[in-house]
């Protein structure tokens, strides 16, 4: 689904000229955030006076360092102009998923639902999810810059955006554990090589 995402003030100093994603995707489980939805006890979920997000049970979902970074310069930084930003999640909990999307905040006034354009979130292939992607932002494949930690999407949507070889595809980059810091600086070295 096609969201516009809040304004924000000029962030961190631009990095050295190269070829910027038009689309950074990220998945969310594990990679945005912990824990994955399915370990959770659902609904209501709830925000304290400290800006903690916690489930029915008041189990904490929490952001990986990384990620919250990555969306702060995505959604901040002149370099990153006109790049466009979209969750894309196999949950079966895709109504847990909004929720915290719309409760948690990656800095002041930016929540992670107001840092994305385009949310995919339901269970199937990750092909199907970029396929709607790309029908939804009209941007090519070889534009698109993907972050998941699950081995197995990340070899799927790879030899599934190259097809027969004749083209980049999507840049993928495996981030067990959780997205780091570095993780999204390996994602802009490999995507602007």
């Known amino acids: 689904a096609r969201r516009g995402r809040a304004e924000a ?4 100093a631009p990095r050295p000229p190269g070829r910027r994603p038009e689309l950074v995707v990220f998945d969310l489980d594990d990679t945005v955030w912990w824990p994955e939805m399915y370990m959770l006890s659902g609904a209501p979920f709830s925000k304290d006076k400290a800006g903690r997000v916690t489930d029915r049970a008041g189990e904490e979902v929490t952001v990986y360092p990384g990620a919250a970074e990555a969306l702060r310069q995505l959604a901040h930084a002149e370099e990153f102009r006109g790049t466009r930003v979209a969750y ?13 999307l719309r409760l948690i905040h990656v800095g002041p006034g930016l929540s992670l639902w107001d840092a994305a354009d385009f949310v995919e979130i339901y269970p199937g292939s990750k092909t199907q999810h970029f396929q709607r992607l790309r029908e939804a932002s009209g941007v090519a494949l070889e534009d698109m810059l993907f972050f998941d930690n699950e081995r197995w999407n990340i070899t799927e949507v790879g030899k599934w955006s190259r097809g027969d070889g004749a083209g980049r595809g999507v840049t993928c980059v495996y981030t067990p554990g959780g997205m780091s810091l570095s993780h999204w600086e390996q994602g802009l070295r490999e995507h602007g090589a």
């Open 88 to 100: 894309a999640s196999r949950t079966g909990q895709g109504q847990w998923a909004e929720q915290c």
């Open 9 to 12: 003030p000029a962030g961190p």
